[in-house]
C-alpha cells in the first residue's frame, strides 16, 4: 500500500515539548541524510535543532559541502531559494513554512525592478553605465536580473567589496531592495549623500529629475528591513546617559542615522565576533534582530558583559518566526517515510542566471 503524507493538521496542536521528542526521532531515522538549517533570527525552539547556525549565505554553503540529501531551511524563502541555487543537483531544499516570506525582499519584484530598468534608460546608458546589485535578502528571479545584466549578489558582510567591483565596471549602481545597506556602505566608502538617491517604485522615473538621475552614483530601492526600521537615535542617546560607557553596535540595515552613532557596523557574524571577543565585564547595545541578542546576551553573561536589545519595543522577524516546531516536526517525520514536504526548487534559467551573479560575488570573496 502507497503510504500518504502527513498532514500539518496532525500537527498544530502538539506542545513544543512533544515536537522537541518528535524531532530529535525523526533527524535520528534521517541521519546524515537530512541537515537542519538553523539562521541566527530563528526562534530558540527551533534553532536549538539546527546542525548549522549562521547567516544565510554561509548556511546555504556549508549545506552544499554537506553528503546530506535534504537540507531543511529553517529561515525565510529567499534563503532556501539559495540553498536550492547553490546545492548540488541531488540535493532537496526545503522550507518548514512556505508563508515564512521577507517583508524587505517583498518590496522589490521583478516587474517593479524591470520597470525601473527601463525608465533609466531612457536617461542613461543602462548597459555601460549602470550595475545591478541585489542584496541577498532578494528573490531568485532578482538575483536573475543581475546575472542577467552582469551584475551581482551582495550580503551585509561583503558590500563595499561588492560596491568597489561594481564601480571598477560602470560608473552607477542601482542597489535593491535595502535602501539602508546600500546608503551606510556608501557613505564610508565617502560618497556624500547628495550622491545616493532614492527610487520611490511608486512613482513615476522613482521620483527624480533626468539631472538628479545623471549626477546619482548610487540609486538606492525604497526598501528596508521591518526588523531594523524600529531603532532610532534617540534609543541610543537615551540609554548612554544611563550608561556612558557602553559600546554601541549595529546591524548596516539600520538606517543612516543609528549608524552614525554606532561604535561599529557590522553583518550578524560581525555583531556575534565582535562581542564575544570584546573584554570582559563590557556593555553593549545591539541593534539587531531580538533572538540573536538575547542569545548573545545569555552566552556572554558570564564573562560578565551585558548585551541589550537597542528598542524598548520587542521586535523579532515574525516572518521568521513563522517556523515553529509544529512544522519542523511535520517536515522531518514526512521526511523519514519518505514524502518531501515544501520543496523549493528555482527554475532551471532563473537558477542558471541567478548563481552567475552569486559566484561574481563569491569569485570577490
Known amino acids: ?61 556549508d549545506a552544499a559541502k554537506s553528503d546530506a540529501e535534504y537540507i531543511v531551511f529553517c529561515g525565510v524563502h529567499f534563503m532556501a531559494e539559495v540553498a536550492d541555487i547553490l ?4 540535493q532537496i531544499a526545503i522550507l518548514p513554512d512556505l508563508a515564512a516570506g521577507c517583508s524587505m525582499a517583498d518590496m522589490a519584484n521583478l516587474a517593479k525592478v524591470q520597470k525601473c530598468w527601463d525608465e533609466l534608460a531612457r536617461i542613461i546608458n543602462v548597459e555601460t553605465e549602470l550595475t545591478p546589485i541585489t542584496y541577498i535578502n532578494s528573490a531568485a528571479d532578482l538575483k536573475a536580473f543581475c546575472g542577467k545584466h552582469d551584475g551581482i549578489v551582495c550580503t551585509s558582510s561583503n558590500a563595499r567589496k561588492i560596491l568597489e567591483w561594481s564601480f571598477s565596471k560602470r560608473s552607477k549602481v542601482l ?15 565617502g560618497i556624500p549623500l547628495e550622491e545616493m538617491l532614492v527610487w520611490d517604485f511608486n512613482k513615476p522615473m522613482g521620483g527624480l529629475t533626468e539631472a538628479q538621475i545623471k549626477n546619482a552614483k ?76 538575547n542569545r ?13 536589545f537597542m528598542s524598548p519595543a520587542l521586535c523579532m522577524c515574525s516572518t521568521m518566526f513563522r517556523t515553529d516546531p509544529q512544522h519542523l516536526a511535520w517536515v522531518l517525520e514526512n521526511l523519514a ?28 570573496n
Open 87 to 90: 546545492s548540488r543537483p541531488e
Open 175 to 189: 542597489f535593491f531592495p535595502d535602501q539602508h545597506l546600500g546608503r551606510n556602505t556608501g557613505y564610508s566608502m
Open 337 to 364: 517515510e519518505g514524502h518531501v514536504i515544501n520543496q523549493i526548487s528555482v527554475p532551471v534559467e532563473d537558477a542558471r542566471l541567478a548563481k552567475k551573479a552569486l559566484d561574481n560575488m563569491l569569485t570577490i
Open 1 to 61: 500500500m502507497i503510504s500518504t503524507a502527513l498532514p500539518i493538521q496532525d500537527y498544530a496542536l502538539l506542545d513544543d515539548e512533544e515536537c522537541d521528542a518528535r524531532i530529535i526521532a525523526a533527524k535520528a531515522r534521517l541521519g546524515t541524510r537530512c541537515v537542519v538549517l538553523g539562521h541566527h533570527y530563528q526562534r530558540d525552539e527551533v534553532f536549538k535543532h539546527a546542525d548549522f547556525s549562521g547567516d544565510s549565505l554561509k548556511l546555504s554553503r
Open 218 to 293: 548610487i540609486i538606492l530601492w525604497k526598501g528596508f528591513c521591518s526588523v531594523h526600521q524600529v531603532f532610532r537615535p534617540e534609543q541610543i542617546d537615551n540609554f548612554l546617559q544611563r550608561f556612558p560607557e557602553t559600546k554601541v553596535i549595529s546591524h548596516p540595515e539600520a538606517s543612516f542615522e543609528v549608524c552614525q552613532r554606532s561604535d561599529y557596523i557590522g553583518s550578524t557574524e560581525f555583531i556575534l565576533r565582535t562581542v564575544r571577543e570584546a573584554e570582559a565585564n563590557t556593555r553593549w547595545l545591539v541593534a539587531t534582530e531580538l533572538n540573536l541578542v
Open 296 to 308: 548573545l546576551h545569555e552566552e556572554c553573561k558570564s564573562q560578565g558583559k551585558n548585551v541589550h
